[in-house]
């Protein structure tokens, strides 16, 4: 383990080195730039800072690419054995993430402009299937200015969706929000439960007020709670057709190596950590319980 870190901060320092020189040769460019402008040379003077801007550009491109290969190392070549010691049989694919349909069929999150998503995950704990991906949402919006019309693009999502086996039929679906309302066109009703903190924390919506109480008991309202706590971001449930769908927009791009930051030990269990959330939510919310299983035909 310890050789394999030193190996990928040693690659990735390699990349950074670039990524400084390539800022200093820009710094300097734009001073040279200043001072022929200052000093009122002719235009064969603008060569110089011309040449060392295009050796910072090439430079960037460069860092980018190296760094592009180590982090695709770093998923393929060590995370990849990393997850399957975890958790066995699961299938990692960082280039991969969930389909829109999966994401859009959760009722969790309007539909987007632009739709990317990236680290699918699919396996099976304790018989409970689950599928999740990293998740990036923009809207299109546009702006009027005196130079015209400018078309941009605004985040509203950026976070983990997962998706688990919830066996168990419900009278019309459910879902609990921290934050906004279902993106649905079912008739919701907003539920009152009879915890006063679980009302002031999530807003609980059921197109049937009776399965909003059958499956909220004090002990889900309370793990809940208890997820909530341990992974920061807005975060959503939905209970639909059989399956749980759990949405948390924390504005983090999950298993991902970042520039200028070493790699150790405690991000590697960071790292483990954000897989085992899966586990967590399975063992929290006790979705492995017999109740939710399959019965047998």
Known sequence: M???IKKFNKEKQKSEKKFIFAGLA???????FLFVSSQGFNENYYILPAIVLIIGIILIG???YEFSKVKKDFKYN???GIFSELIPNIKYHPKRGLPKDITYSSELLKRADRY???DYLEGKIDDVDFVSSDIKLEERRVRHTKNGTQTYYVTYFMGRVFQFDFHKELAGSLQVLETGSPKSRRRFKKVELESIDFNKK???YAENELTAFYILTPDIMEAIFALERRHPGNIGFSFLDEKLYMAINNN???????LFRKLTQESIDEFKG???VIKDIIHTLKLNNSIFKKKEE
């Open 26 to 32: 820009i710094i300097i460019a734009i001073l040279l």
């Open 116 to 118: 990317h998503c990236e």
């Open 252 to 258: 983090k791009n999950t298993f991902e190596l970042q």
């Open 78 to 80: 060590f995370l990849k």
């Open 2 to 4: 310890n050789e394999s």
């Open 62 to 64: 460069v860092g980018a």
């Open 274 to 276: 954000d897989l085992l």
């Open 202 to 204: 999530f807003k609980t």
